[in-house]
Each structure stands twice: as structure tokens, then as C-alpha cells.
């Protein structure tokens, strides 16, 4: 790996080095995007999602061993396939060597030795791995965490971060853009436009996408109602996690009562629960957010009717079960004539 030694790195100490994969749930990712299609599961690389109308609509997983290639929308071979999600799993099926990056660490690249065995190499001090370039190279954050990463090739989806700009997304990764002066990207159409749409807050459908991995908070900590030192302690740790106070999967991480606090979320399919300062199934916690966010379901029960009543969560529209069958159970997706026993009923 020619390049490695040539790398300018070691300023300043480390800035904050990214070392998380990818943080955006496919709900974001079809928030960002105007166009129907697929989408990677963040957390599973043989996975994928179906966005439409900005919404996920559709999920399912790839047959046998296959693995999801989320640039180019489809199912391929192992061998051929990088799985975004485990570097060991990508070097168990390559045939030949190659470098990969590590999801969980961007400080370190893997080299698949072809033979089915990983290793690892270390970028050191400020580097990160840069999978495009196969090469470190020196940056605040990891090149490949950009919501580009499970998302296909050759389109162009909102800018998270940037309300009315976009980015391009190539092979993976995005790249920033902006519609020229007096002009604003429009996620919902995918066209430049005159009208400003990001004024005052969010449209229909970006309500996901108003917080990264590593977003910080001054505030939230030190919250004495919310924050820190109303958070349950967590046995033999110091820090804390508390709720975001916006979404059902979002948390900061609290190392103390007047810490910066540091967003995170939970795994897909699960909400977090403040009183425990976990994430725990979405029908164990009554999340007062919106309860569609994070999970890959069609329907989610609706707080305050006894799970009688659910919201349709691509269209936020409500519904209830049928007179005979008059409960609907949220875990088995089914309506029932008992009363599930699940903690969002009461
Ligand atoms: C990431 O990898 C580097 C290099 O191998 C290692 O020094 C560091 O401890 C790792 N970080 C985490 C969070 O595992």
C-alpha cells in the first residue's frame, strides 16, 4: 500500500476522530432522497430498504449468502461484494487480497489476505481510512461516513446537514453541491428552485434527519429535569445516557452533569428508554416522539388507545382493528382479541 508513508498527518492532536460507520437509519436516507429505490440497512449488509416518496416503504433481506450492494440496488455474490458493515465478514468471502475499511473503526483499515483471514493496519494519530483512495489521509472525520455510504450510485439526495443543498452520491460517497445563487435544492422534487423550502424549520418527511452521529449539546447535560442527574445511573459507570428529547432512537451521552453531551442512537428496531438509559423494543417504553422513527414497520401502535388504535407510519395517518379483533399487537403485527400486555397499551 504505497501512499501510507507519503500521508501528512499529526498537527494538532487528534481532533475528534469519526470512528462510527455510517450514522443514518434508512428513514434518513429516504427523507434525503426524491427517487424510488433501494437502500443498504445500515446494520446488516445483507439487508436493504425501499424508499418512495421519501418514505421506507419496503425492507427485506438479500437470499442465502448474498450480500446487499447498496451503490448498485441489488443482491450480488459475497466474494464480489464489500459488506459495508463487517470488514471480517467482506475478508471470509474474498477471493483475492484487498484492503477494506473497518465500519467500527476508522482508524484502521483491514487487509483481507484472500484465503478468508483478516488483518489489521493502523493509520495512526489523525488519520483515517479512506476506503475510495485505499489510502489514510488526514481528517476530522471518517470519509466513508457519509449517508452516500448505503445509498446507489449516480444520484443526488439532500445534504443532511445542510438544509437546500445537496450532495452526489458516487460509489458510496458524497459529494457537496450547491444550486447557485438565489436557488435552493428541493429534496422533494430533486430540482433547484427559486422558493426557499428550508425556511422556518423542516418539510414533510426531513423530521428524521435533524441529527448526525456526534451531534453535541451544550445543554442537554446539565438539563436538571431532563439531563444528567435525572438520568438512572448505570452500574459501575459514571456517564449517563439521556433522551434527545425529539426522537424516539436518539440519546446523548452524558460523562457528566455538565458535560457536553454527545447524540447517538439505537440499533435499528429499537427505541430508547430514558428511565433505564437503554434501548430496549419499541413496545417496552411509551415513547412520546414520533414512534415510527428507527423501526422497519408498517404500522406502530398509537399512544392513549390501549393498543387499540396504530398510525400508519408512511403516511402518519391512523387507523384501528377491526370490532371483532379490536387490539393491535405491535410485535406480531397482527390485531388480536386480547389485550397485548406490552408497556405502550397502558
Ligand atoms: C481503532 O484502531 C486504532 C488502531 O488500531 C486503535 O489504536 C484504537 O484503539 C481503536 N479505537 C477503538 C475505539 O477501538
Not at 36 to 45: D, S
Not at 159 to 172: H, Q, T, V
Not at 258 to 282: E, L
Amino acid at each position: 500500500m504505497r501512499g501510507f508513508d507519503t500521508r501528512i498527518c499529526a498537527l494538532v492532536a487528534c481532533l475528534l476522530l469519526a470512528s462510527q460507520a455510517s450514522g443514518y437509519t434508512m428513514e434518513q436516507m429516504c427523507a434525503q432522497w426524491s427517487g424510488t429505490g433501494y437502500v443498504g440497512n445500515p446494520t446488516n449488509c445483507r439487508a436493504w430498504g425501499y424508499c418512495q416518496g421519501q418514505k421506507l416503504v419496503g425492507w427485506g433481506t438479500c437470499p442465502d449468502d448474498y450480500i446487499f450492494n447498496s451503490q448498485k440496488g441489488i443482491c450480488d455474490y459475497p466474494y464480489r461484494t464489500v459488506c459495508a458493515t463487517s470488514a471480517v465478514q467482506t475478508c471470509t468471502a474474498a477471493t483475492s487480497p484487498m484492503y477494506v475499511a473497518d465500519p467500527s473503526n476508522c482508524t484502521q483499515y483491514g487487509y483481507c489476505d484472500g484465503k478468508g483471514s483478516i488483518s489489521y493496519g493502523d493509520c495512526g494519530v489523525g488519520g483515517v481510512y479512506s476506503a475510495s483512495s485505499r489510502s489514510c489521509v488526514w481528517g476530522p472525520a471518517c470519509p466513508q461516513s457519509t449517508i452516500c455510504q448505503f445509498m446507489l450510485s449516480d444520484i443526488y439526495v439532500g445534504d443532511p446537514d445542510n438544509c437546500g443543498s445537496w450532495l452526489s452520491c458516487n460509489n458510496g460517497y458524497g459529494t457537496p453541491g450547491t444550486c447557485g445563487s438565489g436557488l435552493t435544492y428541493n429534496l422533494v422534487t430533486g430540482n433547484c428552485q427559486k422558493t426557499n423550502t428550508c425556511n422556518g424549520n423542516t418539510d414533510s418527511g426531513s423530521s428524521n434527519g435533524q441529527f448526525t452521529v456526534g451531534d453535541t449539546s451544550s445543554t442537554i447535560c446539565k438539563d436538571k429535569t431532563n439531563g444528567y442527574e435525572a438520568a438512572p445511573a448505570l452500574t459501575g459507570k459514571s456517564y449517563r445516557f439521556v433522551s434527545d428529547l425529539t426522537t424516539c432512537y436518539g440519546f446523548y451521552y452524558c460523562e457528566s452533569a455538565t458535560a457536553v453531551g454527545v447524540w447517538n442512537q439505537c440499533p435499528t428496531g429499537t427505541h430508547f428508554d430514558p428511565t433505564i438509559g437503554k434501548c430496549v423494543s419499541p413496545a417496552a417504553y411509551a415513547c412520546p416522539y414520533n414512534r415510527c422513527g428507527n423501526v422497519n414497520s408498517v404500522f406502530m401502535t398509537r399512544l392513549g388507545t390501549s393498543c387499540e388504535g396504530y398510525t400508519v407510519c408512511a403516511s402518519g395517518g391512523i387507523g384501528s382493528c377491526p370490532t371483532k379483533n379490536p387490539y393491535y399487537d405491535e410485535v406480531y403485527d397482527i390485531c388480536t382479541a386480547t389485550a397485548p400486555g406490552f408497556a405502550i397499551c397502558s
